[in-house]
């Protein structure tokens, strides 16, 4: 087992511990099993394509952090992260602004995902529509989750009302939007120098 598999391990190990922790009397079933599981598919998916497509250490890195920001929002539901309700008070945000953090992230590492699938599998050869190309396709996974969070709150009414997390701000939806794609931006005017020297020195 080389550095790289045992610190993938490492992120494993480490994942199923939050993970459950997360799940021990979570402040609602409901609402934590629609937080957690994209972090769930997100481990099958990788579990999937490990031994034919590995990917960079960085991109594994920001996965098992988002992974975390997903495990402990499903824990104590978005609105009600501790941290995020004393940073509130402290500086008089008036909402708990842990979903916002979410939604950062749904853009950064998604970016960085979308990117190393797209320049391996060569599907983009022209590195001036890359940037571009990633920023769309974060995009619309932020606008179809945002419809899945509609199609919930339709199905199951008030019990929805934790994983919408609005906190009855009128823009959450597009604030949401709005976050992801200065996530996708950030992460591709930083990490895009570290990104492509990981995938050089790739096997």
Request: hydrophobic fraction near 55%; glycine fraction near 6%; proline fraction near 2%.
């Amino acid at each position: 087992m080389d550095k790289t598999d045992k610190l993938n391990l490492f992120y494993l190990l480490s994942f199923l511990a939050l993970l459950l922790w997360s799940g021990i009397k979570p402040y609602d079933r409901f609402t934590w099993f629609l937080e957690v599981l994209p972090a769930l598919m997100g481990l099958a998916a990788l579990a999937l394509t490990y031994g034919r497509f590995r990917l960079t250490r960085l991109v594994y890195l920001l996965i098992w952090l988002h992974a975390i920001v997903l495990l402990v929002g499903g824990h104590y539901t978005y609105a009600r992260v501790p941290l995020f309700d004393w940073l509130s008070q402290a500086l008089d945000l008036g909402r708990n602004n842990y979903d916002k953090l979410g939604h950062l992230a749904q853009g950064f590492i998604p970016a960085m995902v979308t990117r190393e699938v797209l320049l391996r599998n060569r599907v983009v050869t022209r590195r001036g529509w890359l940037a571009f190309l990633v920023v769309c396709v974060c995009l619309a996974v932020s606008a179809f989750y945002e419809l899945i969070e509609w199609w919930t709150a339709a199905l199951t009414g008030a019990a929805a009302e934790d994983f919408l997390g609005t906190q009855g701000y009128v823009w959450d939806t597009q604030s949401d939007m709005a976050l992801c794609l200065l996530g996708s931006l950030l992460a591709l005017a930083f990490l895009s120098r570290l990104h492509d020297r990981q995938m050089a020195a790739l096997p």
